[in-house]
């Protein structure tokens, strides 16, 4: 995966960039919690269902493995910004 090179954008770039991550990382963490719901739904009153339980865990490995890349992305732009007096 190439790094980004947030010097080279413009202000209402970044500002671009920046709503853009912030609304796939809100939208990953709402289907975070309703997997994790499924989850408790399903240990309730699924027991014995391995299956699923197996493709809700590898959902939310999913999920968690790309919002830490997410925040690290808007952490970049964010001092990427304020480098610029912004």
Do not use: H, W
Not at 46 to 71: D, E, R
């Amino acid at each position: 995966m190439a790094k980004n090179n947030f010097n080279d954008l413009s202000i209402d770039e970044l500002n671009s960039k920046l709503k853009s991550i912030k609304a796939i990382t809100s939208i990953c963490l709402g289907v975070l919690i309703f997997i994790v719901g499924m989850m408790i739904y399903g240990y309730i009153n699924l027991k014995g269902n391995t299956a699923y339980f197996i493709a809700l865990f590898a959902g939310l490995v999913g999920l968690v493995s790309v919002l830490p890349i997410q925040m690290i992305n808007i952490k970049r732009i964010n001092a990427e910004m304020n480098s610029r007096g912004n």
